[in-house]
Nanobody, 123 residues
Framework: QLQLVESGGDLVQPGGSLRLSCTAS????????IGWFRQAPGKKREGVLC????????NYADSVKGRFSISRDNAKNTVYLQMNSLKPEDTAIYYC????????????????WGKGTLVTVSS
């Protein structure tokens, strides 16, 4: 079973930064597209960013453009979500997911999901 683990969530003040990590202990991420998604309390899950196995990036959320970035380090078997200039509305549980490709529609469910990491942006 393919297991993803997110880490890096924390409480941060508005304007601050966090870097989330997505890793897997039982398989290599090299050949998978990895997406980051988030779900705020009482809201529907939304896509944030996705990176293909070749490094192509799909941006799902206009609200994070210029503030969030995604990258992968295959040597560390890790995909990162760098979040800068955080706003209270970025508060959510952040999930990473894996599949063969990044789908153009983030509502199309990716095959494998982590359990999430909580990001809280508050003063």
């Amino acid at each position: 079973q393919l297991q993803l683990v997110e880490s890096g969530g924390d409480l941060v003040q508005p304007g601050g930064s966090l870097r989330l990590s997505c890793t897997a202990s039982t398989f290599t991420l090299d050949y998978y597209a990895i997406g980051w998604f988030r779900q705020a309390p009482g809201k529907k899950r939304e896509g944030v960013l996705c990176i293909s196995s070749t490094g192509s990036i799909t941006n799902y959320a206009d609200s994070v453009k210029g503030r969030f970035s995604i990258s992968r380090d295959n040597a560390k078997n890790t995909v990162y979500l760098q979040m800068n200039s955080l706003k209270p509305e970025d508060t959510a549980i952040y999930y990473c997911a894996a599949d063969r490709i990044c789908y153009s529609d983030y509502d199309y469910p990716m095959d494998y999901w982590g359990k999430g990491t909580l990001v809280t942006v508050s003063s």
